[in-house]
């Protein structure tokens, strides 16, 4: 069973850094494509940054490009997420995801993940 654990959020005013992880219980983690989602109250859930397998290839949103940057330790089966520069509009609840292991892309909408973790809250405080 798959296992996707986020750690790492918490209350930090703006301004400030925070560097979230996922760790996957699976064995195979270098064969996923992962990704980072985020959620704020009312809003849908929206994507924030994606890795490929390696690691060679990330992406971004708009919204975070240059402040946040994903990366990925294949042998501790762990993604990771730096945030920098935070501001009150990131506060939310941010899951790691992992896309299926036919998928060698990073994708930018929640569907086109299989397996998620159960979140991990971010309050950023003006």
């Known amino acids: 069973q798959v296992q996707l654990v986020e750690s790492g959020g918490g209350l930090v005013q703006a301004g400030g850094s925070l560097r979230l992880s996922c760790a996957d219980s699976?064995?195979?983690?270098?064969?996923?494509?992962m990704g980072w989602f985020r959620q704020a109250p009312g809003n849908e859930r929206e994507f924030v940054a994606g890795?490929?397998?390696?690691?060679?290839?990330?992406a971004y949103a708009d919204s975070v490009k240059g402040r946040f940057t994903i990366s990925r330790d294949n042998a501790k089966n762990t993604v990771y997420l730096y945030m920098n520069s935070l501001k009150p509009e990131d506060t939310a609840v941010y899951y790691c995801?992992?896309?299926?292991?036919?998928?060698?892309?990073?994708?930018?909408?929640?569907?086109?993940?299989?397996?998620w973790g159960q979140g991990t809250q971010v309050t950023v405080s003006s």
């Open positions: 995801a992992r896309r299926p292991w036919t998928s060698t892309v990073v994708g930018r909408t929640a569907g086109e993940y299989e397996y």
């Open positions: 699976g064995r195979t983690f270098s064969m996923y494509v």
């Open positions: 890795i490929s397998r390696s690691g060679g290839s990330t």
